[in-house]
């Protein structure tokens, strides 16, 4: 009986296996309509149809797992995994291309639109797209935006800032959530340690933005926005490791304390193995031991309101240096080192207001803790920075959406340099800096007609030390055609300079650092022509982004490094500067799985000085290229779950600092960072890559640390030896000595069902 019973059993399941089902349903797009005449297809089986005028379809298949492609013109083909057990019913909704390319933004306008919608031209890249590129930070991700350029300032330390349109780091305010919590001392390191499990986009605003923004929004603005609270996954870890001997681990979780959702993330990068491939005796790539942890608080509200807490904790050791260098030496003078130890808290939250009124008030607060160390240079310094505003929203009626605020700004700052001291009757005391920048703003987003748009907003600050500021912006969106946009922009700038903060060539090599006057506030005018057109056909969606812009800057600081190669002078320029030039973004999606972008920038960075003489001079501006460009080719091999990503970046020559008699090219040659990655998905939410990072083995010249064997200046005097009377200089820098590097990494997300 029970091998009967046995039997019955197996020829029941058997029968299954080869027995059809129906499956019917409807696709729809992304906005509900349904989507006729998609084909639907399952290559295991060879079977295909179509969808009727209504989107309906219906196809027999057998019983088990299915993987259906999916595709429709004017949509990207999808591809979906069912197990097939009884007749069953479907939806499936497709992604229009369009879609896919018209994200909703917030950074240029503080409220969340679609960026086709947009009067300010805003580029979007997502996660997915950063991680493209193999790297282990957000910094140098940025090496694939077009006219963005991750720069290394410092050939020991290997601090960076972010270059956009050829402008230096200082010019580019980064946000993150939309606050202004990467400023100051942390202007080197802000977007180093945060967990890329956490990262859901990165927007891109080029030209000033000081209205809504404030001092430092005066080359563009770099929002880093996080992912929410609620839409993120339960659980997510990523893992790297190079043949560099980098290791890197991320992760988050999701978890619940009553009413208040929690994401927490963790992000680790360690890098303790020295390396000297061009033979300088100097470490290619500086040494790293970094820990980040980060929180977000999600508290839940009646009314649909909201409340968030982000807390985000930072503790980094690196050094660079002599080969043999280490902590025993730090501060000696018998082996070359450059070692920072820092320590960051940062703190952001907002809270929607509980009136009628649409009233939402935000801070965020930094504190930067540097115990730092240049040869036998001392450098301690500590800086907080408070942020605050209370923004009101208000669409007045179907044209107006009018949006003010009011804006306060502090800044402590103290280290152990003479820019904090006073010379009080021959005794020297220290004295902080310390300064409030309260301001209010207003802006109104109207609609003149169907096919215009107008943002009109102004921005007034007062410096306690510098006095009234007033900042304006005018922005027209003007659509020729369904396809087709056009921008067209003014805005004005300022910055206040901390000098020390945000330069760490101040600090590091032998030059002296010389501020000859008081230094005035940064001002500069922003004018862009911005034309934007789709093209849609039945095998491709395409996006064409073209930019002509033009910045004027008056008062502008630069540092000065060829009046006396053994300092740096700091004064305000006694004359003009100049940031202009064009660029072109291009997006094609095509209806099988292939993406590519591309995108490129012609750049004309130069000042006017005005001689004793009364005399102008051009100068092209130092770190400056000539021109980049951006390319990132992804093909995705659906049935086996693989994808390739192709990615590079090109650089124009730079003007590069150099000392008397230098023997050095004054000018870079051009240059091209290339990567590949390939990835593949597996069941359960597993991913694992590999590929290659620097394809072409790119580095700078190896002499680009000057007397790298004499870093203390010991033997510089020797005039048989040395009769030029070079000094120790590292100044000579514009891209990492990382050659080509090899990498591996694995992936989990996990989803709790519902």
């Known amino acids: 009986m029970r091998f009967i019973t046995i039997l019955f059993f197996v020829f029941y399941i058997t029968s299954l296996v080869g ?18 005449y998609a ?36 949509f990207s083909n999808s591809f979906f995994s069912y197990n097939i057990h009884n007749d069953t019913s479907l939806n499936i909704v497709l992604t229009t291309l369009e879609d896919i390319l018209d994200e909703v933004v917030i950074s240029g306008t503080m409220l969340s639109i679609s960026k086709k919608d947009s009067p300010i031209p805003i580029e979007v890249y997502s996660a997915e797209y950063l991680k493209k590129v193999p790297t282990p930070s957000i910094f140098e991700a940025t090496q694939n935006i077009n006219g963005v350029r991750p720069q290394i300032n410092c050939a020991v330390c290997n601090t960076g800032d972010i270059h956009i349109n050829g402008m230096e780091g200082p010019y580019t305010m980064v946000t993150i959530d939309g606050m202004p919590l990467v400023g100051g001392l942390s202007t080197v390191y802000g977007l180093q340690g945060i967990p890329s499990s956490l990262l859901e986009r990165v927007e891109v605003v080029k030209g000033a933005a000081s209205t809504l923004y404030g001092s430092e929004a005066v080359a563009g603005l ?21 043949t560099w001997n980098e290791y890197q681990l991320d992760g988050h979780i999701k978890y619940k304390l009553g009413k208040v959702k929690s994401l927490f993330g963790a992000s680790y990068y360690n890098y303790t193995k020295p390396v000297d491939n061009n033979g300088d005796n100097f470490t290619d790539v500086t040494l790293k031991d970094r820990i980040s942890l980060f929180n977000k608080f999600s508290f839940e509200r009646k009314d649909n309101r909201f409340a968030n807490i982000l807390v985000r904790l930072m503790k980094e050791d690196r050094w660079g240096g002599e080969m043999k260098w280490d902590d ?15 320590n960051r808290i940062e703190v952001v939250g907002n809270y929607e207001l509980p009136v009628k009124p649409r009233i939402i008030v935000s801070g965020s607060y930094s504190f930067h803790d540097q115990d730092s160390y240049y040869g036998t240079l001392s450098y301690q310094a500590k800086q907080h920075i408070g942020y605050g505003q209370a923004v009101w929203h208000e669409n007045i009626n179907t044209r107006h959406a009018l949006l003010t605020g009011l804006a306060l700004r502090y800044n402590h700052y103290d280290d152990n340099t003479y820019a904090t001291e006073i010379n009080d009757s021959s005794n020297y005391v220290n004295m902080p800096d310390e300064w409030f920048l309260p301001g209010v703003f207003i802006q109104d987003n109207f609609k003149l ?17 510098h006095g009234s500021i007033f900042t304006p912006r005018l922005n027209i969106k003007v659509d020729p055609t369904s396809r087709s946009e056009i921008r067209v922009g003014y805005g004005s700038g300022f910055r206040v300079v901390n000098l020390f ?28 022509l911005n034309y934007v057109q789709r093209i849609n056909t039945n095998k491709m969606y395409m996006t064409f982004d073209a930019s002509i812009f033009h910045t004027n800057f008056s008062n502008k600081i630069t540092p000065d490094y060829e009046t006396n190669d053994k300092q740096i002078i700091y004064s305000n320029l006694d004359g003009y500067a100049i940031s202009q030039g064009i660029s072109l973004n291009a997006r094609i999606l095509f209806n099988f799985p292939l993406q590519i972008n591309f995108g490129g920038t012609i750049l004309d960075v130069y000042s006017i000085n005005k001689t004793a003489d009364d005399l102008l001079i051009r100068e092209r501006q130092l770190f400056a290229e000539k021109y980049t460009g951006t390319w990132s080719v992804s093909y995705q091999i659906q049935k086996l779950k693989v994808r390739i990503d192709y990615t590079g970046s090109l650089y124009g020559p730079m003007k590069l600092p150099l000392v008397e008699n230098d023997f050095r090219d004054e000018f870079s040659k051009p240059f091209s960072l290339q990567n590949i990655k390939i990835s593949k998905s597996f069941k359960g939410g597993i991913r694992v890559n590999c590929g290659v990072r620097n394809l072409l083995n790119f580095t700078p010249p190896s002499n680009s640390i000057l007397r790298a064997h004499d870093p203390f200046n010991k033997n510089s005097d020797d005039i048989t030896e040395n009769p030029y009377g070079y000094e120790f200089d590292p100044t000579y820098i514009y891209s990492s000595f990382q050659g080509i590097t090899f990498f591996g990494g694995v992936s989990y997300e996990f989803n709790k069902k519902k």
């Open 328 to 342: 025993s030496f730090r501060g000696g003078d018998s082996l070359y080192g450059e070692s920072i130890y820092t």
């Open 222 to 242: 770099i929002n880093v926005i996080t992912k929410d609270v609620k839409s993120a996954s339960d659980f997510a870890f990523e893992s790297s490791a190079t």
């Open 19 to 36: 027995q059809e089902r129906i499956i019917s349903g409807v696709v729809t797009s992304s906005k509900g309509e349904s989507v006729p």
């Open 501 to 528: 903060t945000e330069d760490h060539a101040a600090l590091t090599g032998a030059r002296d650092v010389v501020v000859s006057e008081d230094l005035s506030p940064e001002k500069s005018h922003n004018i862009n």
């Open 39 to 74: 084909s639907i297809y399952e290559k295991e089986q060879n079977i295909g149809v179509s969808t009727d005028i209504d989107g309906i379809f219906s196809i027999k298949l057998s019983t088990g797992k299915v993987d259906l492609i999916v595709a429709a013109y004017g």
């Open 449 to 465: 007609n169907e096919k215009t748009k107008v943002l009109i907003g102004g921005r007034y600050d007062y410096h306690l030390k």
